[in-house]
């Protein structure tokens, strides 16, 4: 297995959302080169996939959009189902929400993997949050270190996979933004909403009111005067 690491380059899973744009800007910070990775899985909204790209494309990072129809198939939800409606509001801590895909961070973070490889770059980039997890289990810290060590068996490769949100909650977040100079990008130009709205979404959706409520207690906690 090779040990040494490249740390110039960075590949970022990428939906052209709230947490993974942050991301983008941060690796940027970090990384001489950034290249951005989407899946196409037959979601309802192709729209995220068209913010991703024209995100990418303001800002100069080499962005690849990669088929993963197959997976619609496997495990149809909400978000590919157009005879399946989103759950409103905040899901309970013990349920699993109709728009969770099985597989789908273990699918995506492996061809991330494979995509890394071929190009010899050790870092992936993803967006989970354990303190924001939503009730997705693959977004748990646990699932990422073992995925981790898999990916290292699997393909005799040494990867790192950096999660630079799974501790921080949605007000934390949102601060990462302002930190970076970007918060009206995040805000304006995202796309977090289950039902394929721009910027503020829906407002009732999960991922809506995540959003919102975090973006809430950060201008109460972090932007004071």
């Not at 494979?114 to 989970?128: L, S, W, Y």
């Not at 949100?165 to 995040?186: F, P, R």
Request: include cysteine; charged fraction near 25%.
């Amino acid at each position: 297995m090779k040990d040494r690491i490249n740390k110039d380059r960075c590949v970022l899973v990428f939906s052209g959302g709230q947490d993974s744009t942050t991301l983008l800007f941060h690796a940027k910070k970090l990384y001489k080169e950034v290249i951005a990775v989407s899946f196409n899985y037959g979601q309802k909204h192709s729209l995220e996939l068209e913010c991703a790209k024209e995100l990418c494309r303001k800002n100069q990072v080499e962005h690849h959009i990669l088929d993963m129809g197959l997976l619609n198939q496997l495990a149809p939800n909400a978000l590919t189902r157009s005879d399946l409606e989103v759950e409103k509001g905040e899901v309970a801590e013990d349920e699993v929400p109709n728009t969770f895909v099985d597989g789908r961070n273990m699918i995506f973070l492996t061809f991330a993997g494979i995509f890394a490889k071929q190009r010899e770059i050790n870092v992936i980039m993803t967006g989970v949050s354990q303190s924001d997890f939503s009730g997705y289990p693959d977004c748990r810290d646990v699932f990422i270190k073992s995925l981790n060590t898999t990916l290292n068996l699997a393909m005799d490769y040494t990867f790192v996979l950096e999660t630079p949100l799974m501790w921080l909650d949605k007000a934390e977040t949102w601060n990462m933004a302002y930190e970076l100079g970007v918060l009206d990008i995040i805000k304006n130009e995202t796309l977090t909403c289950y039902n394929g709205i721009v910027g503020n979404g829906c407002g009732d959706c999960p991922a809506c009111t995540l959003r919102k409520n975090g973006y809430l207690e950060f201008k109460e906690n972090f932007l004071k005067v």
